[in-house]
């Protein structure tokens, strides 16, 4: 079966520090893959290659079977790629329901449109998308006061309103308590389930992941070290020594 | 920001726009003057606004497209013979033109240098108005300007002009609330995220900057022929600069402020110049106001008034 | 074909045949730049590290020429005297300012900096013309560069020929403040990370104010050093800013190599350009930035990041 995405050989050089290593890397259809790693893995750097907000060095980016590499992020997201941000990335002085509205009169090509008042668009589809992410209730609040969580979740509805085939989660749980990141990681299981989406996603911490991939790949310093089942992973003794044994970061 | 006159909005337009109507009842020539030069100096502030507010970038050559109109439908009527309607659509059009290419260039930019870029564009205007003396008079001005006869009453050149800045007004405020308005204001708001929701933002900085020369020509137009003459100051910078204030002082989040701004800057400067010379330093100490204590204007400083006394409210 | 030129451009022919007179524009060019380059390297200095454009450059030019005037001819103090006045004169205005109003807006967005800057324009123009008064002024050159200097070539005035001296002075003195002192040192380091500066104890807003005072300072001494053949007047500052714009810009914001090149630049354009085609003086300085920023956005020697963000 071809791969959805199917990355060849990719790297990332700034002029002397390597940020993405030969890393070679398929995505199956339906797939829930989980790419763990420390600060600094490169894992950021990796979604910037795939999405188009950086070039790589070297290597290519297929979707689809065909080859997007270095196809600008607007692009890339009307081929069926969204993306969720590591930091907080979403229209502060907007409304929440304005966030997800946005994103879905660009879906349908009407950003352009000067004469189409916009009071009335996708106003059932906007408020489904809310609810899907539990935020109906806050439809009206302004995007950048909600709390630190409520925002995640707002950008994963913005993700979810590009329709997309797959769907690349950076960091989704970052800076969450632990109750949060449980919501938020059964969150995302169902909305994937429901949709039929292809998920990757990154995360630091391998306990929150293993409940909902169906693989797992270990990024180090920029290179893919062990790939594959959760348990095999888990067991994997270059994983257990980067994680349990001298990298002091991982210990998080 | 953007949403739908409220019944109370409604009904405030509304009364403004018959008060207005009713002004050359009063017999009083100054206040249909005053008016006059309102309505047309109001559309200007809200053109530049499309950029500022809407978009998130600050021009400082905004002047140029006001002048550009002017002049060009000012010497059409009066070089050229030409009847009004062709001469005004002439004058907006190169208004136009000239934003669309000026705006082509400038949107590779941000920040800074989308404004020094703006700046450097609207100074070169002047520049050749400046020095094109055989066909604008240079620094002498392009006066007088032969007003078709139809409108060069006073009375019948006020409803003239305010039937034209309402409905100027009216598109502007479609264009604002449409789907383009909103994803706009997402531009302004994160340019990088709009980008990754599809939009094309580079296109709809270059759309909006278009849309705000045009109206900023129509305005331009108008004023040449209120004053039946056209001068070169009109496309320095100092002009670019005092719309710019009149926008932010009304306030730039919202759809009506940079009106209210260019309504109250307006009469601040004509009750100021009949007692002292020194208006600059007038103007000069409402903008460090503004800008030290109620960065978003009169606007920002009337909600927060009314959210003291209960309820929020829409612009 | 000489006459074909002449016909097309009389000033062009001129110059072809006369080496005399294009040497002179070629030093007219260089004393103008030199003298603009001064101003103008205040205003990329500030924009360096402050991130801010301080549009009330050209006042301060303005008051700077002014105050020589008062100085120089009204006090009768040798030139020297006037013209180092002038650059103390705005220094201290320069503190002040800093101190109450730029501290306030370092963090905020850009377009309202700018503003803060127009609204010290607005202010300043109408202090000057109720210190001064609005008549034109007029300052004579000091006794010791009066007259010409004999080249060989051709003769030339003394007074611009100091200013093609002194412009490389300043612009080797500038270099030496930036690398060679301490102060250059941490107002490098300021402006990278001015957190981790102040975290390692050093004074940084002591840091902005002596930059802002340098910065204005030179504004003063390059406005009274114009002062002789640029009468000071009210609204002599709107052309200079916009001038000083189209300088650094050209040379790239916070460069003061791409500074000092830009304003070379603009004087050989300008004077060459008149010469050529009389009836484009003003447009050919905006033309040159077009074309620089059309080719490298960030200008010769600008970088994307100085743009500040």
């Given at each position: 079966m071809t791969a959805l995405l199917s990355i060849k050989n990719l790297w990332k050089d700034f002029g002397g520090f390597v940020a993405t290593r030969d890393v070679t890397f398929d995505l199956a259809e339906g797939e829930r893959h989980a790419i763990i790693g420390p600060n600094g893995a490169g894992k950021t750097t990796f979604f910037n290659l795939i999405t188009g907000h950086m070039h790589p060095s070297k290597g290519s980016v297929e979707f689809r079977g065909k080859d997007i590499t270095g196809i600008p992020p607007h692009k890339v997201v009307k081929l069926g790629i969204a993306r969720s941000f590591q930091r907080i990335n979403i229209f502060p002085r907007m409304s929440v329901f304005e966030n997800v509205q946005v994103a879905l009169m660009s879906r349908e090509d009407q950003s352009l449109k000067m004469f189409k008042l916009c009071f009335d668009l996708h106003v059932a589809e906007t408020n489904q998308l809310l609810d899907t992410v539990g935020l109906l209730s806050e439809a009206e609040e302004t995007a950048g006061e909600l709390a630190y969580g409520k925002q995640k979740q707002l950008e994963l509805a913005i993700a979810l309103a590009e329709n997309p085939d797959v769907l690349l989660l950076d960091e989704p749980t970052a800076g969450m308590s632990p109750t949060e990141t449980g919501d938020a990681i059964k969150l995302v299981d169902r909305i994937t389930k429901e949709r039929g989406l292809t998920l990757l996603f990154t995360e630091h911490d391998m306990g929150v992941v293993f409940g909902i991939s169906d693989r797992i790949s270990v990024l180090h310093h920029g290179e893919i070290i062990a790939s594959g089942l959760p348990d095999d992973v888990r067991n994997d003794p270059e994983v257990r020594r980067i994680y349990l044994g001298e990298d002091a970061d991982a210990a998080a | 920001m953007t949403s739908p006159l409220s019944k109370t909005g409604m009904a405030a337009c509304l009364i403004v726009l018959i008060l207005c109507a009713l002004t050359p009842l009063l017999q009083s020539d100054y206040l249909i003057d005053v008016v006059t030069e309102i309505l047309i100096v109001a559309l200007f502030a809200l053109s530049l606004n499309i950029i500022i507010?809407?978009?998130?970038n600050v021009s400082f050559g905004h002047a140029a497209y006001f002048a550009i109109g002017g002049y060009v439908n000012a010497i059409l009527l009066t070089t050229y013979g030409w009847p009004l309607l062709p001469s005004a659509v002439a004058g907006v059009f190169a208004a136009t033109l000239t934003a669309a290419v000026v705006a082509y260039f400038c949107t590779r930019l941000t920040d800074i240098y989308f404004a020094m870029l703006t700046l450097a564009f609207s100074m070169l205007v002047w520049a050749i108005l400046f020095k094109w003396r055989s066909l604008t008079n240079g620094d002498d001005g392009f006066t007088p300007v032969h007003v078709p006869a139809v409108i060069d009453d006073r009375t019948a050149f006020f409803y003239f002009t305010m039937i034209v800045i309402v409905i100027s007004i009216a598109v502007l405020w479609v264009i604002t609330h449409s789907a383009f308005g909103r994803s706009l204001v997402a531009v302004r708001e994160n340019v990088g995220r709009a980008g990754f929701v599809g939009i094309h933002t580079r296109r709809m900085r270059w759309q909006a900057f278009v849309i705000a020369g045009f109206f900023a020509g129509v305005a331009g137009v108008l004023f040449g022929m209120y004053h039946r003459g056209m001068y070169v100051e009109s496309a320095f910078w100092t002009q670019s600069a005092q719309v710019l204030i009149m926008t932010l002082l009304g306030g730039?989040?919202?759809?009506f402020g940079p009106l209210i701004g260019a309504a109250v800057l307006f009469m601040l400067e004509r009750l100021t110049n009949e007692y002292t010379e020194y208006w600059p330093t007038v103007l000069g100490s409402i903008l460090l106001i503004i800008l030290l204590?109620?960065?978003?204007g009169l606007v920002g400083l009337g909600k927060r008034i009314k959210n003291k006394f209960g309820g929020g409210g829409s612009p | 074909m000489l006459d074909l030129i002449r016909e097309f451009s009389p000033g062009l022919a001129i110059l072809l045949t006369n080496p005399q007179f294009a040497f002179i524009q070629l030093l007219n060019s260089i004393s103008q730049g030199m003298n603009l380059f001064i101003i103008a390297a205040g205003l990329s200095l500030i924009f360096g590290v402050l991130k801010v454009i301080n549009f009330a450059h050209g006042v301060f030019y303005m008051f700077g020429a002014y105050v020589v005037h008062t100085v120089f001819m009204d006090w009768g103090a040798p030139f020297w005297v006037g013209a180092i006045a002038s650059a103390l004169a705005l220094g201290v205005i320069a503190a002040i300012i800093e101190r109450t109003l730029f501290r306030q807006i370092y963090e905020a967005e850009h377009l309202m900096q700018l503003l803060l800057t127009f609204a010290i324009v607005l202010i300043m123009g109408d202090l000057a013309k109720v210190i001064w008064g609005t008549e034109q002024y007029s300052v004579s050159y000091p006794a010791s560069l009066k007259g010409a200097t004999d080249l060989g070539i051709t003769f030339y005035p003394s007074y611009r020929l100091m200013l093609c001296v002194i412009g490389p002075l300043i612009l080797i003195a500038l270099y030496w403040f930036a690398e060679r002192t301490r102060w250059g040192r941490m107002t490098k380091a300021a402006t990278q990370d001015r957190e981790m500066l102040a975290a390692l104890g050093i004074n940084v807003p002591l840091i902005y104010t002596s930059v802002f005072i340098l910065g204005s300072a030179l504004a003063g001494f390059g406005g009274a050093l114009a002062a002789p053949f640029s009468s000071p007047v009210p609204g002599m500052d709107a052309t200079l800013i916009v001038e000083c714009f189209v300088i650094v810009i050209v040379g790239g914001l916070g460069s003061l190599w791409g500074t000092f090149v830009g304003a070379l630049l603009y004087g050989l354009v300008f004077n060459f350009g008149s010469v050529i085609y009389p009836n484009g003086q003003d447009v050919f300085a905006y033309l040159l930035l077009l074309v620089v920023l059309l080719i490298r956005p960030w200008g010769l020697y600008g970088k994307p990041e100085a743009g500040g963000h």
């Open positions: - | 507010g809407y978009s998130g730039i989040y919202s759809f204590f109620q960065p978003d | -």
